[in-house]
């Protein structure tokens, strides 16, 4: 509890402080690449028939996704406590590479814990993180995905605290991580509210991200949350289906539970066991899920869908061929439901969907199941 | 309903009773059905008969955050056993029945959660269950859970660490109940070669604010007879011992006979450290 409180005192105070958020948004603008572009996909709301379908293209960011906005802050964060030892867990191996990127950047060390089985699904972000200077740690224990590694990097911090500073990829975790995570998002909502107001002269219908931890939806669901006309569509990896295992859907197919220090949607068995999962998308492979996501839910302001293995591949595909953009297969379950979504709406309505991350990394995964 | 059966403190009654002794407790630790159940109850009498004072079993759970490898592996065991909370405390229920040494189980709060708090407690003190410590409730979020124990007479055991400021540690003294758990070092549980000086700096400093009120117990690490004496002669009421019990185990999985031996003569040995202390 001390260290959690030690952080939560830390990022209270250098939040307010105007030095430590001029450095954030130089850093944001110039190292990372904001802000980014607001796009309307024309091609693709053609194709479709329906709402325009803009796409917030946070996969044009340095390290190719949302990720850095958040290991910019934790990473600044981290120096001015005075710790220099970083670690840091990943699943698809792009919280590593921002990391690695930030703690670079910044003049840290960064260790990344790795689950093997993300290690043999994401080579390239294992090499890419090796080659920025971190040391990543492949984790063996459990599934050998990511909410295995959160548990390595958990054991970690509390052997290490005195020296080490966690940073958590996602909205979840124990306080102050969820709120912490989702400020430092938040960048991705503020700049696509100013912009569909710029480009459409109105609010959209509806926003749409993946939601695995529920960090990049979470950043742009925020600053809509109170244009309640707007609808929040968090769409959950569907897997091969709903069926335990299948999935990574804790929202639609799991309960209420307690995970790594939050008390939130948990994919579990009748005893509380926490469930293996199953996602094409290595990013959104974790039984649980922010806990602001799962107060959405209840509090009926946001909905939680599903889409399939199958409809994120078709969705990468529809997207790499009309518009020339290969989104991460994460982003392409959003992708998936926006189109779906923008169908059923007129064609003077507007979607926006967050493009979290692009799909270099997932060639190898796309490769093999799409044979041209 | 309250539950029926009085708790009458069992484990803080066998604290005094060490204590006019000139002992300090031995708690022995194994995880609840590893590496299947027939092992796991005898393993336990096997720790009973070696001389341990107090039994703590584990519940297995999937994502063990606060233990190192030794006890994820036993608890992985456990599960491919098909181990259950209510499994465990069956068997609890059924070793508590014939020996009259107090029980503790730790378990992880999600599979309490899944039963319900309240379920979860009656079941446990029906089986007998003293004491219990869940490492991953901080006191600040346990009320509920806390006040449900005091009404089922099982003693809440809060968790207490190096790090932990003196305004948090007058709290966990507060409302623990049973025994203090002081953990020994800063990290996940699992033998370690030698105690670090800080440990028993921390027991001396916990010791000094707890007053005699509670006792405190020290685990994480200990895992030999020097151990178990350092702690005690630092002031511990008692030691933790499991991750050394349990890698006793991990290590005779195809010959159960020898681990029985081998954790009743090992518990033996810790058990006789609690005696070299008090000289």
Redesign the interface.
């Known amino acids: 509890?001390?260290?959690l409180r030690e952080l939560e005192d830390a990022y209270n105070k250098f939040s307010r402080d105007p030095s430590f958020k001029k450095e954030l948004a130089g850093l944001l603008d110039d190292f990372a690449g904001r802000p980014t572009p607001l796009y309307l996909a024309a091609n693709l709301t053609r194709h479709v028939g329906g709402a325009k379908i803009y796409l917030k293209r946070e996969d044009l960011l340095h390290g190719g996704a949302h990720k850095i906005n958040n290991t910019l802050g934790q990473a600044l964060l981290a120096k001015r406590m005075g710790k220099r030892r970083i670690i840091a867990e990943t699943g698809a191996g792009q919280h590593g590479v921002a990391t690695a990127m930030a703690c670079a950047a910044l003049g840290l060390h960064a260790e990344v814990y790795m689950g093997s089985e993300d290690m043999d699904r994401q080579k390239l972000n294992v090499y890419r993180m090796q080659m920025l200077g971190a040391k990543v740690h492949p984790v063996e224990?459990?599934s050998k995905t990511l909410?295995?590694a959160i548990?390595e990097a958990?054991?970690d911090w509390?052997?290490?605290?005195?020296d080490t500073y966690y940073l958590l990829g996602s909205v979840v975790g124990p306080h102050p991580y969820p709120t912490m995570v989702r400020d430092f998002q938040s960048v991705i909502g503020k700049e696509a509210r100013t912009q569909i107001l710029r480009q459409e002269g109105r609010l959209p219908k509806a926003v749409v991200a993946c939601v695995g931890g529920g960090s990049n939806s979470i950043g742009i669901f925020h600053s809509f949350l109170h244009d309640l006309d707007v609808d929040l569509y968090g769409v959950e990896a569907g897997g091969e289906s709903l069926s335990p295992g299948q999935n990574a859907a804790p929202l639609v197919a799991g309960r209420?539970?307690?995970?790594?220090?939050m008390m939130t949607y948990?994919l579990?068995d009748?005893?509380?066991?926490?469930q293996t999962t199953r996602s094409i998308s290595a990013g959104l492979d974790y039984p649980g899920v922010g806990p602001e996501h799962a107060f959405l839910m209840t509090a009926g302001r946001a909905k939680y869908v599903t889409v399939s293995d199958e409809g994120a591949l078709d969705a990468f595909r529809s997207l790499s061929q009309l518009e020339g953009i290969m989104p991460a297969l994460e982003s392409a379950h959003a992708i998936s439901y926006a189109m779906k979504l923008a169908k059923n709406l007129g064609t003077m309505d507007s979607i926006i969907v967050n493009l979290s991350g692009r799909g270099d990394k997932d060639v190898e995964i796309i490769a093999k199941h799409l044979p041209q | 309903m309250p539950s029926t059966s009085p708790n009458d403190d069992r484990i803080e009654a066998k604290f005094r009773e060490l204590h006019s002794r000139g002992e300090g407790a031995l708690i022995a630790y194994l995880t609840g059905g590893d590496p299947d159940p027939k092992s796991f109850l005898a393993n336990s009498i096997a720790l009973i008969e070696g001389g341990a004072d107090i039994v703590e079993v584990g519940i297995p759970f999937s994502d063990p955050i606060a233990d190192g490898p030794v006890i994820q592996a036993s608890s992985m065991r456990a599960l491919s056993q098909g181990a259950t909370p209510t499994g465990i405390l069956d068997m609890i229920g059924g070793l508590s029945s014939q020996f009259p040494v107090p029980f503790v189980v730790l378990s992880y709060y999600n599979p309490i959660l899944a039963m319900g708090l309240d379920r979860f407690l009656k079941k446990a003190r029906e089986s007998g269950v003293d004491g219990i410590v869940v490492p991953d409730l901080p006191v600040e979020e346990s009320d509920e859970f806390r006040n449900l124990a005091l009404k089922h007479n099982i003693d809440n055991i809060y968790l207490a660490a190096p790090n932990t400021s003196r305004t948090r540690l007058r709290t966990v003294l507060d409302r623990s109940k049973g025994f203090l758990y002081l953990v020994s070092l800063y990290g996940v549980t699992g033998p370690r070669d030698s105690l670090s000086p800080q440990a028993l700096e921390a027991i001396r400093a916990v010791k000094s604010m707890a007053k005699g009120k509670i006792p405190v117990s020290a685990g994480f690490g200990i895992s030999q007879p020097e151990h178990v004496s350092a702690v005690i002669q630092s002031g511990a009421d008692g030691a933790i011992v499991g991750s050394a019990l349990v890698r006793i185990v991990g290590n005779h999985l195809d010959d159960p006979s020898e681990a029985e031996t081998q954790l009743k003569k090992t518990v033996q040995s810790l058990k006789e450290a609690t005696r070299l202390g008090s000289d």
């Not at chain 1, 509390?158 to 005195?162: D, E, L, R, S």
């Not at chain 1, 009748?270 to 926490?274: A, I, L, S």
């Open positions: 509890m001390e260290p224990s459990g909410k295995d548990n958990l054991r509390v052997t290490n605290v005195q209420e539970g307690v995970l790594h220090g948990v579990q009748e005893v509380g066991q926490v």
